[in-house]
């Protein structure tokens, strides 16, 4: 008996040994809610990695990562969508071969990780913690340090349109479309990658920098803004420094030129895609099921529900915090119907692509931008007083897509959060030639360029560039300017 009963004790020891080394494995950290979940995946290990999603009604249990299976679509979407920020952002900017040095770059971002920005009617917003905490995962070692500098920023280096916003991200409960702290963290981490690469490598700017050697931009969103300042902050050589002034341009596609930006057709692509897309949408049985199976989750019609994107969004602002995702009175919203929904968003897109209407807006719509890019570095290379040794951008998925797609280079999925799409200006030390190199979220691309196709050593003339934005992207409307294409109607 007492054999039996030490067996017993024996077995009881271990099953508790083994529980609290789970928990410990597991242990909880505070998520931007102040609510407590399991272990951050920055300190998981790999076959750690699951982020589970329980709804309030704990009817489902789901998870975006199964190591024990492939991952599935939306769980592989939602792993490079979110871009959960790290201390291992690398990336092959500035890697060019030898015979080279770097003249100039710019550099567009889309914002970092944000609230949803879409409204549903009947559906608030979820209470979030906007307000910074460097205790708070995920953080950055240099947060408190940005947080006390940029709070002491003069308003004079900023353009007036961004006089309405706080420095930084403030608010206890976030609103609509705000940056949260891991946006913060993303581009801290951005900035001090190419900080890196730019600065301490290539010594693009000096200590001794001028105010004329950097332009910086951002649209009039208080998410690009605080974008913007959390990437300065870890990417200029001191922040602190009076010679950079922050523009606020009233465009998501920083179109300068007035009465340049008016462009008919573009219009008139832009509605007959947009016309495609909806009705790929509402014809897919799948597809057209889910939403109506969401609408009626939260007591309305399909309509009133907004659009394929609107209902993504929802989606991927709670998965990508591991935040439970929203309910009705009834029912919550499942991870299938996410599958399902995201499967069709990049099917759609692939078509998208295919056909070409899209392509043939964004090459309208990002052509002013594309022709300062392509000014600029055209002033560098001429050697103008004042040219731009750095360029920054502060924008969108709108911003980031219509680009990618005018370069021909489409995106069929979705720009992530804190994406960013550089253009390197290089001198060949033999001749002075210069060249071009552009790269997609640290990778080469430019291989992939419409007019580069046959580059050498990852680099393509910068005659090459410039011809094809001035003249040879206008041959697909036949018409020879900006002006002439813009009067052909599709």
């Known amino acids: 008996m007492r054999r039996k009963h030490a067996v017993i004790l024996l077995a009881t020891f271990c099953l508790i040994s083994c529980l609290t080394v789970f928990l410990i494995s597991t242990w909880v950290y505070e998520d931007p809610q102040g609510k407590t979940r399991g272990r951050h995946p920055k300190y998981a290990t790999s076959s750690q990695r699951v982020l589970k999603i329980e709804n309030r009604d704990s009817r489902e249990r789901d998870s975006i990562h199964t190591p024990n299976r492939h991952p599935s679509i939306g769980q592989q979407f939602l792993e490079e969508y979110c871009n959960v920020p790290n201390a291992s952002v690398s990336g092959e900017e500035g890697e060019a071969p030898p015979g080279?040095?770097?003249?100039?770059?710019?550099?567009?971002?889309?914002?970092?990780?944000?609230?949803?920005?879409?409204?549903?009617?009947?559906?608030?917003?979820?209470?979030?913690?906007?307000?910074?905490?460097?205790?708070?995962?995920?953080?950055?070692?240099?947060?408190?340090?940005?947080?006390?500098?940029?709070?002491?920023?003069?308003?004079?280096?900023?353009?007036?349109?961004?006089?309405?916003?706080?420095?930084?991200?403030?608010?206890?409960?976030?609103?609509?479309?705000?940056?949260?702290?891991?946006?913060?963290?993303?581009?801290l981490y951005n900035g001090e990658h190419l900080h890196n690469v730019y600065i301490k490598k290539w010594k693009l700017l000096l200590p001794t920098w001028n105010r004329s050697d950097v332009l910086l931009m951002t649209t009039q969103m208080s998410r690009t803004y605080h974008s913007a300042m959390a990437f300065l902050y870890t990417f200029l050589p001191k922040f602190d420094a009076a010679n950079w002034f922050m523009h606020a341009v009233n465009s998501l596609v920083f179109c300068h030129g007035g009465k340049d930006c008016e462009c008919s057709s573009k219009v008139m692509y832009f509605r007959k895609e947009a016309s495609r897309y909806a009705h790929r949408t509402e014809s897919g049985e799948g597809v057209a099921r889910v939403l109506k199976e969401i609408a009626h989750t939260f007591g309305m019609t399909r309509s009133q529900l907004g659009s394929l994107t609107h209902v993504l969004d929802l989606f991927n602002t709670h998965l990508c915090h591991k935040i439970d995702l929203p309910c009705g009175k009834k029912t919550c919203l499942k991870m299938t119907q996410f599958e399902t929904l995201i499967k069709h968003f990049i099917e759609n897109n692939r078509m998208r692509a295919e056909e070409g209407i899209f392509a043939s807006y964004a090459a309208l719509e990002m052509n002013p931008m594309l022709s300062d890019i392509v000014s600029w570095m055209e002033s560098f290379a001429s050697g103008e007083d004042g040219a731009h040794k750095f360029v920054l951008y502060s924008g969108h998925d709108v911003t980031v897509s219509p680009l990618l797609y005018a370069l021909g280079i489409p995106e069929t999925k979705w720009c992530p959060y804190a994406t960013r799409v550089v253009f390197e200006l290089w001198r060949a030390s033999a001749g002075g030639a210069r060249y071009v190199r552009v790269l997609y979220n640290g990778v080469n691309v430019t291989d992939q360029l419409k007019f580069c196709a046959s580059s050498t050593d990852g680099m393509c003339p910068l005659e090459s560039f410039a011809s094809f934005i001035k003249k040879g992207v206008f041959q697909q409307f036949g018409a020879d300017s900006y002006q002439d294409a813009c009067m052909k109607m599709p």
Request: hydrophobic letters at 30%.
């Open 100 to 187: 080279y040095q770097l003249e100039s770059v710019q550099l567009l971002i889309r914002h970092g990780d944000r609230t949803t920005q879409y409204a549903i009617p009947g559906l608030g917003l979820e209470p979030w913690n906007c307000k910074l905490d460097p205790d708070r995962s995920p953080s950055h070692p240099k947060l408190p340090a940005f947080i006390k500098s940029v709070s002491a920023l003069n308003p004079e280096r900023l353009d007036k349109p961004l006089h309405m916003y706080s420095a930084y991200p403030q608010a206890k409960v976030c609103k609509y479309g705000h940056l949260t702290q891991q946006g913060v963290v993303q581009h």
